[in-house]
C-alpha cells in the first residue's frame, strides 16, 4: 500500500511538471519547425548547428543540469539538518562566483573562437565563428540560472522552472518571425536567429526569480569561500560536470564525424533536427521523473533510508520505461510521417526528409535508455558518489566513438544508431554499479515491467503503422490529410498500448489510473 500510495505522488508530481516542461517542448519543436521553414536542412544553416556545439559543451559542462546535480544534494542536505541561513549564504556564494567565472570565460572565447571553431567543419567556417561568439553568453547565463532552478527544485518547486523555456522558445519564435523577413543575406538571418537565442536565455533567467520571494532565505551579494558547503559543492561539480558534460562532448563528436566524413552541408543539422523531435518525449517523461525525485534521493540519502531510496528508484525506473518504450516504438515505426508533417515546408525540400527520419528512428532506439541514464546518474549524486557514473560517462565515451567510427559509412542515421547502442551499454552498467552500492535493488519488478511494457509497445507500434498506412493511403499528402493520418494512428495506438499494459498487468498503469481519477476529483 505504502509503495502504490509512493507511485501515485510520483506519477502526480510527474503530470504536472510533464505538462509544464511538455509544453515547452511543444513550444520547442515549434522553433524547430519555424527554423527549418527559413533555413531548411542543408545549406549554411549546418555552420549554426556546429557553432552551438562549444556553447552548448561548456554549458552542460559547468551550468545549467550539471550544476544543479551538484549543488541540489548540498543544498537540500543543509535545508534538511535545518541550516538554512548557511544553505542561502551557500547558494549566493555559488551564484556569483559561477557568474564571475563564466562571464571570464565567455571573454576568452570570444577572442580565440577563431582558432578553435574553423577545424570543426569543413564549410561555412567564418558565418560558423561569428555565430558562436554571439552564442557564448548563454554560458554564463544559464551557469546562474542553475542556482535559481536549483534552489527551488530543493524546496520542490517545479512547475515555474519548468515554464521558463516555454517564453525561451517563444522569444526566440518571434525573433525569427520579426527579424528574418528583414535580413538581407543568409548569414545576416542566421545572426538574427543567433541573437534571439541570447535574448530568450535573459528571460529564461530573470522569469524564475519572483519566485524565490517567500521562501526562508534570499540571495545575496555574499562570497564565502570559506564555507566547507561551498568546497563541497565544486568538489561535486568535478564528476558531475564530467559525467553530465561527457554525454555533451559525445554530441560534439558526433557533429565533428558527421561535418568531416559524412556530408557538411546536412548531415549536422539532419541529425539535429531528429534529435529535437526525439527530445520532446524525453523532456516531457523522463527529464520530469528524474528531476522530481532528485530532491526527494537527496533526502533519503541524507537519512540514509537505503530502502526508501531503492524502492523510489525503482519507481522511478519503471515509470521512465512505462513513458518512455511506447513513445520509441511510435517514433521509429513513424519517423518519416513524423519528420514530413513536422519540417517538410518552406526552405525544407522532400529530399531532406528521409535523411532526418533516418536519424530519428535510430534515435528511437535509445530512448528508453537515456531516461535510465538520466535517473541512475541523479541516484549516485544523491549519494554524493559521482565518480562512479563519471566513470561510465568516460567509458561511454570511448565506446561511442568506436561505434562513431564502424557506423559512420551508413550516413547520417549511423551517428544516432551509435549513441543509442552505447547508451544501452551505459545504463546496464549504471544498474550493476547502483545494485552493487545498495546491496539489492529491486531487479525483479523492473525486469518484469521492462517485459510486459515492450510486448504492449510492440503491439502499439503494428496497429500504428496499419492505421496510418490506411489513413495515409485514402487522403493522400496534404497537410490535413498527413495530420489526420499520424494523429489516427497515434490515438490508435494509444489506446491498444492501455489496454496491452491493463491485460498484462502492469503497475505502471494502476497509478495512471489513479492519476486519472485524481485529476477528476480536482
Not at 522569469?207 to 568546497?231: E, Y
Request: with cysteine; aromatic share 10%.
Amino acid at each position: 500500500m505504502e509503495q502504490r500510495a509512493w507511485g501515485r505522488r510520483l506519477a502526480w508530481s510527474t503530470a504536472i511538471f510533464s505538462l509544464a516542461t511538455g509544453l515547452s517542448r511543444i513550444l520547442g519543436l515549434a522553433r524547430e519547425i519555424v527554423a527549418a521553414n527559413y533555413f531548411g536542412a542543408r545549406g549554411p544553416i549546418n555552420a549554426f548547428t556546429v557553432a552551438f556545439q562549444l556553447p552548448n559543451l561548456v554549458r552542460a559542462l559547468v551550468a545549467d543540469a550539471a550544476l544543479s546535480s551538484a549543488f541540489v544534494p548540498v543544498f537540500s542536505e543543509l535545508l534538511e539538518k535545518g541550516e538554512r541561513a548557511r544553505a542561502w549564504r551557500v547558494a549566493s556564494t555559488i551564484f556569483w562566483l559561477l557568474l564571475l567565472g563564466l562571464s571570464g570565460l565567455t571573454a576568452l572565447f570570444v577572442l580565440l573562437a577563431p582558432l578553435i571553431v574553423p577545424p570543426m567543419t569543413d564549410a561555412y567556417d567564418n558565418l560558423a565563428v561569428t555565430l558562436s561568439q554571439i552564442l557564448f553568453p548563454v554560458v554564463a547565463l544559464l551557469g546562474v540560472s542553475g542556482v535559481i532552478v536549483g534552489v527551488l527544485n530543493s524546496y520542490e518547486h517545479f512547475s515555474v522552472p519548468a515554464l521558463t523555456p516555454v517564453f525561451w522558445n517563444l522569444a526566440i519564435i518571434i525573433g525569427l518571425v520579426i527579424g528574418v523577413p528583414q535580413a538581407d543575406s543568409e548569414s545576416g538571418r542566421l545572426y538574427v536567429y543567433a541573437a534571439a537565442i541570447v535574448v530568450g536565455t535573459v528571460i529564461q533567467v530573470l522569469l524564475p526569480i519572483p519566485w524565490l520571494r517567500g521562501r526562508d532565505g534570499t540571495l545575496r551579494l555574499a562570497v564565502d569561500v570559506r564555507d566547507p558547503a561551498v568546497r563541497q559543492v565544486f568538489r561535486l561539480m568535478g564528476p558531475v560536470t564530467l559525467s553530465l558534460g561527457l554525454i555533451n562532448v559525445n554530441a560534439v563528436i558526433g557533429t565533428l564525424f558527421a561535418a568531416k566524413l559524412i556530408d557538411p552541408t546536412i548531415a549536422p543539422n539532419a541529425i539535429d533536427k531528429a534529435f529535437r523531435v526525439y527530445m520532446l518525449p524525453q523532456g516531457m517523461f523522463s527529464v520530469a521523473v528524474a528531476t522530481v525525485l532528485f530532491p526527494a534521493l537527496s533526502r533519503l540519502a541524507a537519512r540514509a533510508d537505503m530502502e526508501g531510496f531503492r524502492s523510489t528508484v525503482s519507481a522511478g525506473l519503471r515509470q521512465i520505461n512505462f513513458l518512455l518504450i511506447p513513445a520509441a516504438a511510435v517514433s521509429a515505426v513513424l519517423a518519416e510521417p513524423i519528420v514530413r508533417l513536422l519540417y517538410e515546408r518552406g526552405r525544407f525540400d522532400p529530399d531532406e526528409t528521409p535523411i532526418v527520419a533516418g536519424a530519428l528512428a535510430a534515435f528511437s532506439l535509445g530512448l528508453a535508455f537515456n531516461g535510465m541514464m538520466l535517473l541512475l546518474n541523479r541516484g549516485f549524486f544523491s549519494l554524493q558518489q559521482p565518480w562512479i557514473p563519471t566513470t561510465v560517462a568516460v567509458a561511454n565515451v570511448v565506446v561511442n566513438v568506436a561505434l562513431y567510427w564502424a557506423l559512420y559509412p551508413v550516413g547520417a542515421w549511423g551517428i544516432p544508431l551509435a549513441v543509442s547502442l552505447a547508451n544501452m551499454a551505459a545504463a546496464t552498467m549504471l544498474i550493476v554499479l547502483l545494485r552493487r552500492r545498495l546491496g539489492r535493488m529491486e531487479l525483479r519488478a523492473i525486469a518484469s515491467s521492462l517485459v510486459r511494457v515492450t510486448v504492449a509497445s510492440g503491439a502499439l507500434a503494428g496497429v500504428a503503422y496499419g492505421v496510418w498506412w490506411v489513413v495515409d493511403d485514402a487522403l493522400g499528402r496534404s497537410f490535413g490529410g498527413q495530420l489526420a493520418s499520424v494523429v489516427a494512428a497515434l490515438a490508435a495506438g494509444l489506446v491498444v498500448y492501455l489496454g496491452a499494459c491493463r491485460a498484462l498487468r502492469v503497475r505502471e498503469i494502476e497509478t495512471l489510473l489513479s492519476l486519472r481519477a485524481s485529476f477528476r476529483r480536482a
